[in-house]
């Protein structure tokens, strides 16, 4: 099995920044897919960014032009630079991988734990 970590959540004021990293525990076999989604209290969790393995970035449209996603070339980690965050911004954010771990493993997603990013003054 693998494992996927988050890092880098925790409080920061408006406008301010947060860098969350991502690291699995071994690497996949194949991904087709990483990313981060988010969910606050009450509302369903949603696409972040994502970004494929053709490098091809995907941002939800509250996010584009703050926050960039990016991978190391081993696929074994994702990183969300986050910039002029809001409060509306605040959630428990959680990394996304979309692929195989081992060539007999189905394609499957995978999901870290959470990392709680709060915005507020």
């Known amino acids: 099995q693998v494992q996927l970590v988050e890092s880098g959540g925790g409080l920061v004021q408006p406008g301010g920044s947060l860098r969350l990293s991502c690291a699995a525990s071994?690497?996949?076999?194949?991904?087709?897919?990483m990313g981060w989604y988010r969910q606050a209290p009450g509302n369903q969790r949603e696409l972040v960014a994502t970004i494929t393995s053709g490098d091809s970035p995907d941002y939800a449209d509250s996010v584009k032009g703050r926050f960039t996603i990016s991978r190391d070339s081993a696929k074994t980690s994702v990183d969300l630079q986050m910039n002029s965050l809001e409060a509306e911004d605040t959630a428990v954010y959680y990394c996304n991988v979309r692929g195989r771990i081992y060539s007999y493993y189905p394609i499957q997603n995978y999901w870290g734990q959470g990392t709680q990013v709060t915005v507020s003054s």
């Open positions: 071994r690497r996949f076999f194949s991904i087709n897919s």
